[in-house]
């Protein structure tokens, strides 16, 4: 069964009730923890009127919520106890024909592109695609074969050298941003005295200096929001992912070098502008690249190398900061420049990448596609397994897309609901990482720590700090964000950021006692909300939006959550410096703090969680209404965790709003 043009859905066999929720439901529900309060859920209830009339405007979505399967509830294993059903079950379309026209079509697509010597394998392939969970039960693998699924199974992080070595390259990539960043944060303690922007005390004059440091430091973000990330489509198209990459590698070698020879604030703002466009282009396709190549197993993690090398690049760049402090006037050159380091390493290292194969197979060249699936999979089985379950799923694809050109596709990601609802996700997600402060800290701690009372070189000690607590606490995530999930690690994580970027902006009020006294409380307090941010919105942001949109239209969501990230990042570059003036440092520490609780409800409506499934199955995910979607959280899943963890009732769990047709058929076995 299709959903709205030929979109795969979960298909209806139980009667609905008024919500829209399959009769008798069971009651039990992976559970995610939040933060909640009587007056935010009624704020909630109130907003929801107005978000809800997303699916209703649609003529399609009344037909997406007749198309939701739903099992039989009631199961009970031997012990008595009473398993999980989900409202919704995603569907394999390759269990849609049978197993004999699943090896014929398998077959048919090797001879016709290019691979005859490969249809007997794709044909035993499908099968293992058909039920990855019971590959065992197929009769026609081989032994080598049996044994390589085995052992994926068993070894969750097996993988070839290509894989890791090609995620791993991206991965260096992200480092360039994290430098750039801390390269800026190091030359504001000095830059402005270069160009004549202080006082006679050494201090921004306020006003139009104020201003120009901010956008200095802010325009990398805009251009990177604004130009660089609507580039992305036409360089990839004509470029492929790969040769996109080298591109922006190269601007990016080029601009940090050509801002510490500026020689004047006007020159360092061309070269940042330029260097701006190559952050949004890079930012836009590295994190799509490594999505498109990482097994679903572990997508999440394999990603999140992402983020992991984007503070490690903060805290590469604040050791440069560091290394180069006494070099005297041309400190905040060198620091500046020094960013050019992993950009050079990422165009060097990209030659020996395979080309993605979604890539590949989105311009006809299947049979390069299962060739360079082959070299990022551990055996021809399983990638050929991959490969052609990406591919059936991308045919379904071709039927939701409505137009070929670029526009057309921008425009899809606002009009066709399976690709807004997941726009809304990656749009709250990245927005919600500007929203909830962290990057004040990122671009500004050195000013900020100078401010409270530290030396310049003190403040650089505290800023390399700082980097340091991010890499250290962005690492379990590694092994959270596949377990627990990426909407689990947001809920639970932006209420405590907004504690502790609260109680950091109220400690800058103490100015009495000794100088640890004044100080040490706002450090604590600055590190705590930085080890928050690490476990869940930091590995987040990035990493939802790779994975969300379908293939046709990969390249235009991730630029619009792109867009929608740098710009709001620029925004914030621009601001705080002029905010601290007006709003004082607590003024500008608590707005920041109150727009993580507004995050957190973004959160709450509208991240749906993606754990563990392949890039295709999360259109299965999408097809859920946001209607239905936000009725189940507010009327299922909130009060029995009112009841469950506050009023301590030992109640059932609720059921997931959807889950995998592979394991709810082993529940009803």
Not at 26 to 39: G, I, L, M, T, Y
Request: aromatic letters at 12%; one cysteine or more.
């Amino acid at each position: 069964m299709t959903g709205r043009r030929g979109s795969p859905v979960a298909r209806t066999t139980q009667p609905l009730d008024p919500l829209g929720f399959p009769t008798g439901s069971p009651h039990d529900f992976s559970f995610s923890f939040s933060f909640f309060s009587s007056a935010s859920l009624a704020t909630t209830i109130t907003a929801i009127t107005a978000i809800t009339m997303d699916d209703k405007s649609s003529p399609d979505s009344h037909n997406e919520k007749a198309m939701i399967r739903a099992p039989e509830p009631e199961m009970a294993d031997r012990s008595g106890r009473r398993q999980s059903v989900a409202l919704n079950i995603v569907e394999n379309p390759l269990k849609r024909v049978t197993r004999e026209q699943a090896v014929l079509d398998a077959q048919s697509f090797a001879e016709l592109n290019g691979m005859p010597e490969h249809a007997a394998l794709f044909g035993r392939a499908a099968l293992v695609a058909r039920d990855p969970e019971n590959f065992d039960t197929v009769d026609e693998l081989t032994g080598d074969e049996r044994a390589a699924l085995t052992y994926e199974k068993d070894h969750k992080w097996h993988g070839p050298f290509m894989l890791w070595y090609s995620i791993s390259l991206c991965a260096v990539g992200a480092a360039t941003q994290g430098w750039d960043q801390t390269g800026s944060n190091g030359a504001n303690l000095s830059f402005p005295q270069a160009f004549g922007l202080t006082n006679d005390e050494g201090k921004v004059v306020a006003g139009r200096n104020e201003w120009i440091v901010g956008v200095i430091n802010a325009i990398i973000f805009l251009t990177a929001g604004l130009i660089g990330a609507f580039i992305v489509d036409p360089l990839n198209h004509w470029f492929g992912r790969r040769g996109e990459i080298f591109i922006t590698a190269c601007i990016l070698t080029a601009t940090p070098i050509g801002s510490g020879f500026a020689q004047s604030w006007q020159g360092l703002f061309a070269a940042r502008f330029v260097m701006g466009i190559g952050i949004g282009a890079k930012n836009a396709t590295v994190p799509i690249y490594s999505a498109e190549m990482a097994p679903a197993r572990i997508r999440g993690a394999l990603v999140m190398f992402w983020q992991l090398w984007v503070v490690a690049g903060i805290f590469l760049g604040f050791c440069a900061n560091v290394i180069v402090k006494d070099t005297g006037s041309i400190s905040w050159r060198l620091q500046l420049g020094s960013a050019f380091i992993p950009s050079f390493i990422l165009g060097v290292g990209i030659f020996f990448c395979p080309e993605s194969p979604r890539w590949l197979m989105k311009h006809g060249k299947l049979a390069q596609g299962y060739n360079s699936m082959r070299r990022l999979r551990a055996h021809p089985i399983i990638g050929a397994r991959d490969y052609y379950y990406s591919y059936t799923i991308y045919k379904e694809e071709l039927k939701l897309a409505r137009g070929a050109g670029y526009f057309a596709r921008l425009w899809d990601c606002f009009a066709v609901p399976r690709i807004r609802r997941a726009n809304y996700g990656a749009s709250t997600v990245m927005i919600g990482q500007q929203m909830c402060g962290i990057n004040i800290i990122s671009f500004y701690s050195s000013s900020i720590f100078e401010r409270v009372g530290y030396t310049a070189e003190q403040a650089l000690y505290a800023s390399l700090g700082y980097g340091a607590v991010q890499v250290v606490f962005t690492i379990p995530t590694l092994f959270l964000i596949d377990t627990k999930g990426r909407r689990t690690l947001t809920l639970i994580t932006f209420p405590l950021m907004c504690i502790f970027l609260l109680a950091a902006g109220l400690s800058l009020l103490k100015t009495t006692g000794s100088r640890g006294e004044q100080i040490g409380p706002v450090v604590l307090f600055v590190y705590l909300f930085t080890i928050a941010y690490s476990l869940g919105e930091g590995p987040v942001a990035f990493q939802y939006s790779a994975e969300v949109f379908p293939t046709i239209q990969r390249e235009q969501g991730m630029a619009w959550a792109v867009c929608i990230n740098n710009t709001f990042a620029g925004i914030l570059s621009l601001t705080f410096p002029r905010m601290q003036s007006v709003m004082t440092p607590t003024g500008a520490f608590g707005f920041y703090a109150g727009l993580n609780l507004i995050a957190w409800f973004l959160v709450f409506c509208f991240v749906r969680e993606t754990k563990q499934l392949t890039l295709e199955e999360l259109d299965q995910v999408f097809s859920v209404p946001t209607s239905k979607y936000i009725s189940h959280e507010l009327t299922v899943w909130l009060p029995w965790f009112i009841k469950r963890y506050i009023l301590r009732k030992n109640i059932p769990r609720p059921p997931l709003i959807l889950e995998k047709e592979a394991k709810v058929e082993k529940i009803l076995e």
